[in-house]
């Protein structure tokens, strides 16, 4: 199919001046063909379900774009997922870019990327702009492809690539089932649990303290993003203290990928200071992997981050990987520059694994 003029926009709508699409927001009932679009796009057959739990449940809302051609077909989408995050006592919505896909047929010509873009431009003035219910700054960590796209368009801006952490289970002493029992252990208990309680909203409180700028880990948000997910099982472990009764630290696990025998480390919060804690949920993440016959543990930290370090100094070893962690700024605060270098970030805030 050649190439046609740009879109127009017509009220809430814009439209292909060549009268093959419109582009519109999500309306109820969309789902369907969403999930049916997504399935040919990727090849991967998503529930019902999971769609409900990733967008209509999110409990910082949903952000869908869509393209619709002539004959009510939709042949496009860029989706956002919002998630509020802290920067000291501010408190911002970043906008997380999943999703992003347009049916090739409409991918063809010369300009084959100008509906994707659309779709974008489209969200971002929708959803995008700071201002009550608007999101700062629209982030993703996308495939090789959608990252030549938004950054060879200036769309977005590359803030760094994404750096794996990694530790093997095999080889000479690494076997990790014996690890002795650490000064100050006695001091905490490591339970697995299904929910949090919002008794353990004080461990984010603590945390983030120490947290530059972060998604705000509270139990409402871990409860979606973990506990409630219908396809992925995740394991929860918190840390209470025995002195006080009270929760001091969590660490989220999945222990199940497929084709891959590989624990990965989803989520993790632990006050600074707490080196005996740290270390010994550390210890007990590597020994439920280990339970789990899996040969290996890997995990996502920013380099400048303590996290980083305090697991390179366990013999975690860092890789490169795929994936490059880009933004685009909406709002004047707070600053690309700035948040390049202070932003923590684990495998969850993530929407791949």
């Known amino acids: 199919m050649a190439d046609r003029p740009t879109t127009a926009l017509d009220e809430h709508l814009y439209r292909d001046s060549a009268g093959r699409w419109v582009i519109r927001p999500y309306q109820p009932g969309d789902e ?15 529930s019902l379900e999971h769609w409900r739990w990733k967008f209509q449940d999110n409990p910082a809302g949903q952000q869908i774009i869509l393209a619709v051609a002539d004959t ?8 956002g997922l919002p998630v509020r995050v802290a920067k000291g006592e501010e408190t911002f919505l970043f906008v997380h870019s999943v999703d992003a896909m347009v ?4 991918r063809q010509g010369l300009n084959r990327q100008r509906l994707m873009v659309s779709l974008l431009v489209r969200h971002d003035r929708e959803f995008l702009g700071g201002g ?3 999101g700062s700054i629209g982030y993703g960590f996308p495939n090789r492809l959608n990252y030549r796209l938004l950054v060879g368009t200036n769309t977005c801006e590359a803030l760094h690539p994404v750096i794996q952490l990694g530790k093997e289970f095999t080889g000479p002493g690494a076997d990790l089932r014996g690890t002795r029992r650490r000064a100050g252990s006695w001091r905490y208990r490591i339970d697995q649990v299904v929910r949090l309680e919002p ?6 409180h603590q945390c983030h303290q ?6 705000i880990r509270d139990s409402q948000y871990l409860n979606w993003r973990y506990a409630d997910c219908p396809d992925v099982s995740y394991t929860i472990l918190v840390a209470t203290d025995r ?12 222990l199940v990928l497929p084709g891959r025998p590989v624990a990965l480390l989803m989520d993790w919060l632990v006050p600074s200071g707490r080196e005996d804690l740290a270390q010994m949920l550390l210890d007990h993440c590597h020994a439920l992997a280990l339970a789990s016959g899996l040969q290996r543990i890997e995990a996502w930290f920013p380099e400048y981050t303590t996290q980083y ?11 490169p990987t795929i994936y490059h962690l880009i933004a685009r700024q909406c709002a004047p605060e707070p600053l690309l520059k700035w948040i390049r270098d202070h932003w923590y970030y684990t495998m969850g805030d993530s929407d791949i694994y």
């Open 243 to 254: 002195f006080t009764g009270r929760p001091s630290g969590a660490a989220v696990l999945r």
């Open 309 to 319: 370090h305090f697991f390179t100094g366990r013999g975690y070893e860092s890789a």
């Open 199 to 204: 008794s353990f909203d004080q461990v984010w």
């Open 210 to 215: 120490d947290l530059a700028l972060a998604a």
């Open 132 to 134: 009550p219910g608007k």
């Open 103 to 106: 049916d090739p047929r409409f």
């Open 32 to 46: 369907t063909q969403i999930l049916s679009l997504f399935r040919r796009i990727f090849g991967v057959d998503r």
């Open 72 to 79: 009510g077909e939709i042949i496009g989408q860029h989706a």
